[in-house]
């Protein structure tokens, strides 16, 4: 069984009031839609069998870009972003996302990690056919499952969960993570302004 998973964070999105969105359904803008027709371009040659997506505006927009109708798309929840008490909030100070968790409620870093790690886990143990599939979602969950794929821990430092920043996908980017006879392969970050 082999499998080349692409984990892909969602393209640029319009935030004009500079808002910590978290799960508001912003769109993406001209900009995220140009980023989002390049990752299309990119998988046109890939072969994906399915593209698995958090249901957030600017992931759905994202893979519909990608699959251009012709790739099936699976929502799935645990591929949502980050939930916070502060979603919408008018600064933009990642700190307050988890540091008010125990007396307003959102998920904490290892919320998240678990449910990714629940996806990943159901989504590996199919063994069905060789296959490439995307999975299009959030910068806090990509990086959950880059800190599964690697072996890492996660750090008490929040903000980067114990890699390096350089290592946090940025908006429009990739990472392939291939699996072959239980062995994890994990590829550089191809950035947008890389593609082909």
């Known amino acids: 069984m082999k499998k080349n998973i692409y984990l892909v964070r969602h393209a640029q999105y319009d935030n004009p009031l500079q808002i910590l969105v978290g799960r508001l359904p912003v769109r993406l803008s001209q ?75 959102g998920e904490s870093p290892d919320d998240i990690y678990k449910r990714v790690v629940d996806f990943l886990k159901s989504l590996i143990s199919d063994h069905s056919e060789d296959e490439n599939i995307v999975i299009c979602s959030h910068g806090d969950p990509l990086c959950l499952m880059y800190v599964y794929f690697s072996k890492k821990k996660i750090s008490d430092n929040i903000k980067i969960y114990n890699i390096p920043t350089a290592e946090y996908q940025p908006k429009a980017s990739i990472r392939k993570v291939s699996i072959k006879d239980s062995k994890i392969m994990i590829n550089k970050i191809i950035t947008v302004d890389n593609l082909k």
């Open 31 to 105: 900009a995220g839609e140009n980023e989002a027709r390049k990752l299309q371009n990119y998988f046109l040659t890939k072969d994906i069998s399915k593209i698995y997506s958090s249901a957030v505006r600017r992931c759905k927009q994202t893979s519909e870009i990608i699959s251009n109708s012709k790739i099936p798309i699976i929502y799935d929840q645990r591929l949502l972003e980050t939930h916070s008490a502060f979603q919408g909030y008018w600064e933009m100070d990642w700190s307050l996302f988890f540091k008010n968790i125990d007396d307003l409620g």
